[in-house]
């Protein structure tokens, strides 16, 4: 089975500023989906950025990029210039590239933003 | 237009009654998602269906059922609510040859008295 970890559960980052966060993730698989998902206190849960994993080449939305270490299993979030509305929940999410696999979460990191 | 809808988005209901949580996607997918998310904020998926078929049934109590009525819908019957049943529950769809983006409804918050 695999699993997802996010190993902050919060992080707090100046106006403006970047901030990374971390996933980790264990697979046997070698073809799959990586995802970040946005939760605000709403609780809709957004879709900020995906990473297929036979693309060496990182994912870029905006001020969205990840970092994605196949090897090492490893699948970071960056946020540049941070803004007030980024406050919120992310979630790491895995998905096995066949099927209707549902997706697996990590347990999210809180991220609060600093006027 | 709402792409996944839920009703209800609040649901409080006492321990031993049956509940129903309603979900619709005007997207035209054909798969169909029940996750749920508990005190801690941890997600977890429940069910997946595919064209009326259920997929994935994770170890979930058999107090839960789903219901597919057809591919744009998908609802989540749950019969005798315990406490430990108080979660969001977000229903997700997407396309089978298409399925690594799922779409997300708002969450049904239940609280279970």
């Known amino acids: 089975a695999q699993t997802v970890t996010q190993s902050q559960p919060e992080m707090s980052v100046q106006e403006a500023e970047t901030v990374t966060l971390s996933c980790t993730y264990d697979?046997?698989?070698?073809?799959?989906?990586l995802f970040w998902y946005k939760q605000p206190p709403s609780r809709q849960m957004i879709l900020v950025i995906r990473q297929e994993a036979y693309k060496q080449q990182n994912a870029t939305e905006n001020r969205f990029s990840v970092n994605f270490q196949k090897a090492a299993k490893s699948f970071s979030l960056k946020i540049s210039d941070s803004q007030l509305g980024d406050a919120a929940m992310y979630f790491c999410?895995?998905?096995?590239?066949?099927?209707?696999?549902?997706?697996?979460f990590g347990k999210g990191t809180h991220l609060i933003i600093q006027p | 237009d709402t792409a996944v809808s839920q009703t209800p988005k609040y649901l409080v209901t006492q321990m031993g009654n049956d509940k129903s949580i309603k979900c619709e996607q005007n997207?035209?997918?054909?798969?169909m998602y029940w996750y749920k998310q508990d005190s801690k904020k941890f997600l977890k998926i429940m069910f997946s269906y595919n064209n009326k078929e259920l997929i994935i049934n994770e170890t979930v109590p058999n107090r839960f059922s789903p219901k597919s009525p057809d591919k744009a819908h998908l609802n989540l019957h749950i019969n005798s609510l315990e406490l430990g049943d108080s979660a969001v529950y977000f229903c997700a769809s997407s396309h089978w040859t298409a399925s690594y983006e799922q779409y997300f409804g708002p969450g049904t918050r239940l609280t279970v008295t």
């Open positions: 997207l035209g997918h054909d798969t």
């Open positions: 999410a895995y998905r096995s590239a066949g099927g209707a696999d549902g997706l697996t």
């Open positions: 697979t046997s698989e070698s073809d799959y989906y």
